[in-house]
């Protein structure tokens, strides 16, 4: 069990659906992040909120929509997604951004796109 | 440009010690993680160094040379629940992961 809770754990969606992936800490982090991970591949950054704001977005395609309601909630809304998005979404958090607090990750949405 | 090299895979043997190194080439260093992510899990945080030398904590250590954009991580009294791939990530303004590497411990 880890202390970044995600769900669903998984979904499978079309693509013209749209659906949303939950993400929930209550350590008191400040900064969340979304990765998308492919099979075999390291993490890759999506986005990073830090105090409930967004900061980094990585050239996300605008199909991929963050939220960060609280400084305990992030969501990730998903709309005309393509199979190639296919893939497990990692949520993390950490105290703050800066370059020496450890990232916690939760156990991942496994998406799949039909 | 920013580069984290890891070996793909490797193997060991059950009580054995196996060395997973990193470098890298980054633009800034905010220090350098290690993860753990068993298959279908999350990648859970093992160490951290920012300053040169060694890390120790149980069973597993980790040692940073900056200079030479060099890290590795080393496990020792291997057990079979250590197969797991290994991530190095180095910190700039986010955390860049490294490839990997998949280790797998033999009876």
């Known amino acids: 069990d880890t202390e970044v809770t995600q769900t669903p754990k998984h979904l499978v969606m079309g693509m013209t659906n749209k659906k949303s992936l939950k993400c929930e800490q209550h350590m008191g982090h400040r900064a969340m992040y979304w990765y998308k991970q492919k099979a075999k591949k390291p993490p890759e950054l999506m986005f990073v909120y830090s105090y409930e704001k967004l900061s980094i977005n990585e050239s996300v395609p605008s199909r991929f929509s963050p939220e960060c309601p609280n400084s305990s909630l992030l969501n990730l809304h998903l709309h005309a997604l393509q199979p190639e998005d296919s893939a497990l979404y990692l949520c993390a958090s950490s105290h703050w951004t800066g370059g020496n607090q450890p990232q916690h990750f939760g156990d991942g949405t496994r998406l799949s796109i039909l | 440009g920013q580069n984290i090299d890891q070996p793909t895979e490797m193997t060991a043997t059950e009580g054995a010690i196996v060395q997973i190194n990193c470098t890298y080439q980054?633009?800034?260093?905010?220090?350098l993680f290690w993860y753990q992510q068993h298959a279908g899990e999350a990648p859970t945080f093992l160490s951290y160094n920012v300053l040169d030398g060694l890390e120790e904590k149980g069973r597993f250590s980790s040692f940073l040379s900056r200079s030479k954009g060099y890290s590795y991580l080393l496990l020792k009294e291997l057990q079979m629940k250590d197969s797991a791939s290994y991530l190095c990530?180095?910190?700039?303004?986010?955390?860049?992961f490294g490839t990997g590497t998949r280790l797998q411990v033999f009876p």
């Open positions: 980054t633009s800034g260093f905010n220090g």
């Open positions: 990530a180095v910190a700039t303004d986010k955390l860049i």
